[in-house]
């Protein structure tokens, strides 16, 4: 994302109007209703309230960024856009059914909104910041409790299993429990933070995320035969049940961004729901084979891994033309296609 430039701490004053998320309505799909609303049960020491009692995000967002005397300007290059809407944070919250006793993975927690409204419905919550002062930050801001650990550490070399595995069985009493991610994202690492954790069913059951708004309609409806459709579609999936939620005008960001941003609900598979395949490396090996050449043939594109004889041989039979093109195969039919090669 590239952020349009970013005005001076000070140009925030006097308050602007608070918009709310507004309901997209993407091409050919109308997605659902925003979920209802968690109200946090009290406002966070921290935090201002308006004439309501709500928490009021755009001021405790710039108290945090001016804290200890210094202005922090967020930073472009960290994809930093911070959420000055209290309630979008409550229908992020409401969007993943974080409830008491949950355990929730947070990504880039920035000045700590989501983080209140997370704690506030009663999860335990691991914020992990690759940002030291925004750390510290969040860290001061909630003061000691035990129901949040502030890791400062880049997501793409976090070690999720080590963290959570410990923290689960603590929590799960005999139970086999999950645990949940929530996050508004950074956006120069949507894709990666999706295909890190997607495939971690064992440790997770939901992610929430605030992405691009184009980028979350991409992920959840991206159809085939369209230039939208990528090998990230199929590994979407194949691991998860993507559900765009709600759109996010850019005016409920600091910096306002030049574009909106979109939540998307993944609905996390377990290992015994994935599609039956002999092995995943080599299932997505060839998915990824097929797009390589995306506008060839398939006996083209994966002419590599087999001969265009049992290619188009497998495509016959598996009830498509011989002449067939990756972007008009779907999940399903990579699936056939690969079990049918795998036994050539």
């Known amino acids: 994302i590239l952020p349009s430039k970013m005005l001076a701490l000070t140009s925030l004053s006097p308050r602007p109007a608070r918009p709310s998320p507004s309901p997209a309505t993407?091409?050919?799909?109308?997605?659902?209703?925003?979920?209802?609303?968690?109200?946090?049960?009290?406002?966070?020491?921290?935090?201002?309230?308006?004439?309501?009692?709500?928490?009021?995000?755009?001021?405790?967002?710039?108290?945090?960024?001016?804290?200890?005397?210094?202005?922090?300007?967020?930073?472009?290059s960290l994809g930093q856009n911070y959420m000055l809407n209290a309630r979008v944070n409550e229908e992020l919250v409401a969007a993943a059914g974080v409830e008491e006793g949950d355990v929730v993975l947070e990504i880039g927690p920035g000045t700590g909104s989501l983080t209140a409204a997370l704690l506030a419905a009663g999860a335990t919550v691991v914020a992990v910041e690759k940002d030291k002062h925004m750390a510290t930050l969040v860290r001061d801001r909630f003061g000691s409790t035990e129901q949040l650990k502030v890791?400062?550490?880049?997501?793409?070399?976090?070690?999720?299993?080590?963290?959570?595995?410990?923290?689960?069985?603590?929590?799960?009493?005999?139970?086999?429990?999950?645990?949940?991610v929530v996050s508004n994202l950074p956006f120069n690492v949507s894709t990666e933070v999706v295909k890190q954790i997607l495939p971690m069913g064992d440790v997770f059951s939901v992610m929430v995320?605030?992405?691009?708004?184009?980028?979350?309609?991409?992920?959840?409806?991206?159809?085939?035969?369209?230039?939208?459709?990528?090998?990230?579609?199929?590994?979407?999936?194949?691991?998860?049940?993507?559900?765009?939620k709600f759109k996010v005008e850019r005016a409920n960001f600091f910096p306002q961004p030049t574009v909106d941003g979109g939540v998307i609900r993944f609905k996390?598979?377990?290992?015994?729901?994935?599609?039956?395949?002999?092995?995943?490396?080599?299932?997505?090996?060839?998915?990824?084979s097929a797009f390589n050449g995306k506008r060839k043939?398939?006996?083209?594109?994966?002419?590599?891994?087999?001969?265009?004889?049992?290619?188009?041989?497998?495509?016959?039979?598996?009830?498509?033309?011989?002449?067939?093109?990756?972007?008009?195969?779907?999940?399903?039919?990579?699936?056939?296609?690969?079990?049918y090669l795998g036994n050539v």
């Open 209 to 244: 995320l605030m992405l691009q708004d184009e980028a979350a309609l991409r992920l959840a409806n991206a159809s085939i035969q369209t230039p939208e459709y990528r090998p990230i579609n199929v590994f979407v999936n194949f691991y998860s049940e993507p559900e765009y």
């Open 26 to 76: 993407p091409p050919h799909r109308r997605p659902p209703p925003p979920c209802g609303r968690i109200r946090p049960t009290s406002a966070v020491s921290t935090a201002a309230s308006d004439g309501g009692g709500a928490a009021d995000d755009y001021h405790s967002t710039i108290r945090s960024l001016n804290s200890h005397g210094r202005r922090h300007v967020p930073r472009k």
């Open 297 to 339: 043939m398939l006996r083209k594109s994966l002419q590599h891994l087999y001969s265009s004889a049992d290619i188009e041989a497998a495509l016959t039979n598996i009830g498509l033309p011989p002449t067939a093109r990756p972007s008009e195969l779907m999940m399903d039919d990579f699936v056939r296609l690969h079990n």
């Open 151 to 180: 890791i400062e550490e880049d997501i793409t070399k976090f070690h999720v299993h080590s963290h959570f595995l410990p923290i689960l069985e603590e929590k799960s009493r005999g139970t086999k429990k999950y645990a949940k």
């Open 268 to 288: 996390i598979k377990d290992a015994g729901e994935y599609p039956p395949v002999s092995s995943n490396k080599s299932f997505f090996s060839m998915v990824n």
